[in-house]
């Protein structure tokens, strides 16, 4: 008997992290981006990941917000960025959505000054970005634009190229 008790509730608490570990995630984006499309210092394609966990204030909300944690990497070799903040979706018709981010990237480009790319003044940049997209199932497909730059505000640089990216992404959600 106290075999089966043990048993029973190890059995319980993994039933529960599961459903918990189940529903933390709202979705994982992936994409590829035209890298930094308004000046010629940079380009190539950018590869795209995002890892979106589930609304803050739940499903009931006509604007979810959505934690996300993502990054970008530059094919040809230029700039990569690793970013955290918020994404914001409405789901204006039943398979359509507009969405926006907020956050803060990091990136591994020379600063304050890089000869053979970008100056983006500082290592910290504010990032924001745009998308649209349409959703059937669990599946979605939209195109997004991303810019990141410090805003004169984040560093004490002269410089401040900023970078802007365009790309399809396709998301699974959870």
Known sequence: ??????????????????????????????????????????????????????????????????????????????TNTAYAGATARYRFAESFFVEGFFGFAIHDADTPTDANGLDLGCKVLFRE???????????????????ASHGDILCDADENDGMTSVGLRYGYHF
């Open 129 to 147: 970005g745009a998308g649209l997209g349409y959703l059937s199932g669990p599946h979605s497909l939209g195109i997004y634009v991303s810019h």
């Open 1 to 78: 008997m106290p075999l089966f008790v043990v048993s029973s509730l190890f059995s319980a608490c993994a039933a529960h992290a599961e459903s918990e570990s189940e529903s933390v995630f709202d979705s994982v984006v992936v994409g590829a981006f035209a890298h930094e499309i308004s000046q010629d210092e940079e380009g190539g394609v950018d590869g795209n990941v995002e890892l979106r966990l589930r609304p803050l204030f739940g499903r009931d909300w006509a604007i979810e917000i959505l934690p996300t944690l993502g990054g970008t990497v530059n094919f040809g070799g230029d």
